[in-house]
């Protein structure tokens, strides 16, 4: 089984709409979760640190769900320049490696 | 990200030939990372070094090899071991201080001649 897992989509969603994206995990001691994102042919960019009481930036909500063992991002409001892939990220044991999901990509359709 | 920096941006190997891929950081970041991204795939781990001269073999790190003589530098070679090198290589540091996460450079295409 994979460390994590996600929906790879396409979610393909209109300007101004809302989206969610869920992101699973396999270890039950994991203990760090971010969202990065990717643009095509770039690096992934660190987009939000998700803490246990969810967390807001902007337009972007995180949340962890620990007994159900996943992190959701939540987009509101979407713009054309969200248009990009979303990649969860778990961390276990110290903190010193990092399990990334393989993304999942949206577009945001004027 | 700022502070991190990969190069060459491109790289071509031909059959046979070693070739090594910099990273170098001043972020003054304890642990640095070396992944392989596929075209449509998840990053894979190849090495990860926590402090000088020490490193650890990630999830496919057969046909590569890493040094950390620096806390600045992890350089990767790709040696001709390697047999399917292309790719996109992309290097990260992080420090150890609380949960803090990665932070990328902005890679490294290799392509085979």
């Known amino acids: 089984r994979k460390e994590v897992e996600q929906d790879p989509g396409p979610f393909n969603v209109p300007e101004g709409a809302t989206v969610a994206f869920n992101c699973t995990y396999s270890n039950s001691a994991s203990q760090s979760f971010f969202w990065y994102r990717q643009d095509c042919r770039k690096e992934p960019k660190l987009l939000m640190s998700v803490y246990s009481s969810g967390n807001e930036d902007g337009r972007f909500t995180a949340q962890l769900n620990r007994a159900s063992q996943y992190i959701s991002l939540l987009i509101r409001d979407s713009k054309l320049s969200d248009s990009a892939t979303y990649l969860c990220?778990?961390?276990?044991?110290?903190?010193?490696?990092?399990?990334f999901g393989t993304g999942t990509s949206l577009t945001v359709i004027p | 990200d700022g502070g991190i920096t990969q190069s060459p941006k491109y790289l071509f190997r031909k059959e046979g030939q070693n070739v090594t891929l910099s990273c170098e950081q001043n972020?003054?970041?304890?642990?640095m990372y070396w992944y392989r991204q596929d075209p449509g795939q998840g990053l894979r781990l190849i090495y990860y070094?926590?402090?000088?001269?020490?490193?650890q073999k990630g999830d496919i790190a057969e046909g590569y090899s890493v040094s950390r003589e620096k806390k600045e530098s992890f350089p990767l070679t790709v040696t001709s071991a390697q047999k399917n090198p292309t790719a996109f290589y992309l290097c990260?540091?992080?420090?150890?201080?609380?949960?803090?996460?990665?932070?990328f450079g902005d890679g490294t295409r290799l392509s085979i001649l």
């Open positions: 972020l003054n970041h304890d642990a």
């Open positions: 070094s926590q402090i000088v001269n020490d490193f």
């Open positions: 990260a540091t992080r420090t150890f201080l609380g949960n803090q996460p990665q932070h």
């Open positions: 990220v778990v961390t276990q044991n110290t903190g010193n490696q990092f399990y």
